[in-house]
T-cell receptor, first 114, second 112 residues
């Protein structure tokens, strides 16, 4: 199994809503990532979890709250988002350490904030 | 800090060869990846270089020069399905873990 599964695939939410994005992998990867990608732009790193601990937060606003309940799951909780937060949210995972630790990406959740 | 630079767009003809360049300046270096991303889809892994030199994998090759902070992706015998964005990404280390930072991507259009 070399898949990273993200749900939902599409999400439309209002600015007062609370929603969560979910990501799951069963490859034994201990590094998991959230990226945000706007149209025609490269993925931008948001958060990195290493062994279920948040190791990197790239100055992301607090309306985005990540959670890693176990080594296979990664969530992104959303609250009071703005229309400019509309984007494709990509989850990825990789082995930790040196060497060819390619990141495997999920298909993403396309988020629209109205 | 990190700075990864690649051309924004390129056009090439079916059957031809195209080279996509990437230059980087990063605070640490633990390898360079190339990813392909078709519109509306997730990035998929193409290649990995950590030592200087050329890595060949079928129609795709990737080259790295660490002293110059330079890499290129070479695509041979171009096919229409190769039309996609190509992302250069550098793995560096910070806070005891590793992260991938992506360049802005090069949109390649293959024409008949």
């Amino acid at each position: 199994d070399t898949e990273v599964t993200q749900t939902p695939k599409h999400l439309v939410m209002g600015m007062t809503n609370k929603k969560s994005l979910k990501c799951e992998q069963h490859m034994g990867h201990r590094a998991m990532y959230w990226y945000k990608q706007k149209a025609k732009k490269p993925p931008e790193l948001m958060f990195v979890y290493s062994y279920e601990k948040l190791s990197i937060n790239e100055s992301v606003p607090s309306r985005f709250s990540p959670e890693c309940p176990n080594s296979s799951l990664l969530n992104l909780h959303l609250h009071a988002l703005q229309p400019e937060d509309s984007a494709l949210y990509l989850c990825a995972s990789s082995l930790q350490g040196v060497g060819n630790t390619e990141a495997f990406f999920g298909q993403g959740t396309r988020l629209t904030v109205v | 800090g990190q700075n990864i630079d690649q051309p924004t767009e390129m056009t090439a003809t079916e059957g031809a060869i195209v080279q996509i360049n990437c230059t980087y300046q990063t605070s640490g270096f633990n390898g360079l990846f190339w990813y392909q991303q078709h519109a509306g889809e997730a990035p998929t892994f193409l290649s990995y270089n950590v030592l200087d030199g050329l890595e060949e994998k079928g129609r795709f090759s990737s080259f790295l020069s660490r002293s110059k902070g330079y890499s290129y992706l070479l695509l041979k015998e171009l096919q229409m399905k190769d039309s996609a964005s190509y992302l250069c990404a550098v793995k560096d280390s910070g806070a005891g873990s590793y992260q991938l930072t992506f360049g802005k991507g090069t949109k390649l259009s293959v024409i008949p």
